[in-house]
């Protein structure tokens, strides 16, 4: 059983003017993107930069969006709430429920979009198929019977990506889904979203750690200050000059020595107060040089 919805074929996601003022504030400014189907495309930037309300307005749940977002011929800022959560799911990092439900309770939700609005009777056949599948993707079903509340911020945010997954999202939006995880964790989840991707899903998702990005993006979407800063291959974009500019950090950028996925190692510029402290801070015995199986730089990214 495939977790994909119907209707994979087309153009991908076009995202025009798309613009949030919420409070009189500006928090996205007329960002506009095309991106390509069955790709991932992380939306990076420092904190602040917008990429939570981006992503919350591509799914069509902030009511001060304006601009057009365009899937399959749709407008997903037009569609009805229902329309729209039968092409797209949002994991959001920091969901919750007071309600004493139970992990396959949630996952459930994900199944009321395709669902008659009037039904009796309990999930169908092909409902508790989709749901039992989606958690053994998201790699939950072992804990499927615990209280959602009793869950580790982690288990929660495995629980969400399967309760998205049983929505059968065409476009799958996360908000930093390795947050929570641990190492082990987090590569498995990447891992997976690669797979999705692979399979024809189109995923767009918020990541704080650059060489996340650069390994497992096939686009990079930069904001800062809730405008588009840059956008276009990982090679291209993850540049020590453009990191600099958008987190203020400077980059080497090397490779994995088993991967070869880029690697980047931050440090604060030595112009600034706080770089010199700590490169003159550093105890007796350490070296600045990285060990010899990552001192080859990536020095030309492409």
Same mark, same amino acid.
């Given at each position: 059983? @495939?977790?994909?919805?119907?209707?994979?074929?087309?153009? @991908?996601?076009?995202?025009?003017?798309?613009?949030?003022?919420?409070?009189?504030?500006?928090?996205?400014? !007329?960002?506009?993107?095309?991106?390509?189907?069955?790709? &991932?495309?992380?939306?990076?930037?420092? $904190?602040?930069?917008?990429?939570?309300? +981006?992503?919350?307005?591509?799914? @069509?749940?902030? /009511?001060?969006?304006?601009?057009?977002?365009?899937? @399959?011929?749709?407008?997903? *800022?037009?569609?009805?709430?229902?329309?729209?959560? =039968?092409?797209?799911?949002?994991?959001?990092? $920091?969901?919750?429920?007071?309600?004493?439900?139970?992990?396959?309770?949630? &996952?459930?939700?994900?199944?009321?979009?395709?669902?008659?609005? +009037?039904?009796? !009777?309990?999930?169908? /056949?092909?409902?508790?198929?989709?749901?039992?599948?989606?958690?053994?993707?998201?790699?939950?079903?072992?804990?499927?019977?615990? #209280?959602?509340? #009793?869950?580790?911020?982690?288990?929660?945010? =495995?629980?969400?990506?399967?309760?998205?997954?049983?929505?059968? /999202?065409? %476009?799958?939006?996360?908000?930093?889904? #390795? $947050?929570? %995880?641990?190492?082990?964790?987090?590569?498995?989840?990447?891992? *997976? %979203?690669?797979?999705?991707?692979?399979?024809?899903?189109?995923?767009?998702?918020?990541?704080?750690?650059?060489?996340?990005?650069?390994?497992?993006?096939?686009?990079?979407?930069?904001?800062?200050?809730?405008? *588009?800063?840059?956008?276009?291959?990982?090679?291209?974009?993850? &540049?020590?000059?453009?990191?600099?500019?958008?987190?203020?950090?400077?980059?080497?950028?090397?490779?994995?020595?088993?991967?070869?996925? /880029?690697? +980047?190692? *931050?440090?604060?510029?030595?112009?600034?107060?706080?770089?010199?402290?700590?490169?003159?801070?550093?105890?007796?015995?350490?070296?600045?040089?990285? $060990?010899?199986?990552?001192?080859? =730089?990536?020095?030309?990214?492409?």
């Amino acid at each position: 059983m @495939g977790l994909t919805g119907e209707g994979l074929t087309g153009h @991908g996601l076009a995202v025009e003017g798309l613009t949030i003022e919420l409070g009189g504030a500006p928090i996205v400014q !007329g960002v506009s993107v095309s991106l390509p189907r069955g790709s &991932v495309t992380g939306v990076i930037g420092p $904190n602040g930069a917008g990429k939570s309300t +981006f992503l919350r307005a591509l799914a @069509g749940v902030v /009511p001060a969006a304006s601009g057009t977002v365009r899937w @399959g011929g749709h407008d997903l *800022l037009r569609l009805s709430a229902r329309r729209r959560a =039968r092409l797209l799911a949002l994991v959001e990092q $920091n969901a919750h429920t007071a309600e004493p439900l139970t992990v396959r309770d949630v &996952v459930e939700l994900g199944r009321v979009p395709h669902q008659p609005t +009037f039904r009796f !009777g309990g999930p169908t /056949p092909d409902d508790a198929a989709r749901v039992e599948y989606a958690m053994e993707v998201a790699d939950c079903a072992r804990f499927a019977d615990r #209280t959602y509340t #009793t869950l580790s911020g982690g288990q929660r945010q =495995r629980v969400g990506l399967a309760r998205a997954l049983a929505q059968e /999202p065409e %476009l799958l939006l996360l908000d930093e889904p #390795t $947050n929570h %995880l641990d190492p082990h964790a987090q590569l498995s989840i990447l891992h *997976l %979203l690669r797979a999705l991707a692979d399979e024809g899903i189109t995923i767009v998702t918020a990541l704080h750690d650059l060489s996340h990005a650069g390994s497992v993006c096939d686009e990079v979407v930069v904001l800062r200050d809730g405008a *588009l800063h840059a956008t276009g291959h990982p090679g291209s974009v993850l &540049v020590p000059d453009t990191i600099r500019e958008v987190y203020g950090v400077d980059a080497e950028i090397l490779r994995h020595p088993r991967t070869l996925d /880029p690697v +980047f190692a *931050l440090s604060l510029p030595e112009d600034e107060p706080d770089g010199s402290l700590r490169q003159e801070s550093r105890s007796p015995g350490r070296t600045l040089v990285p $060990n010899a199986s990552t001192h080859a =730089r990536w020095s030309s990214p492409t």
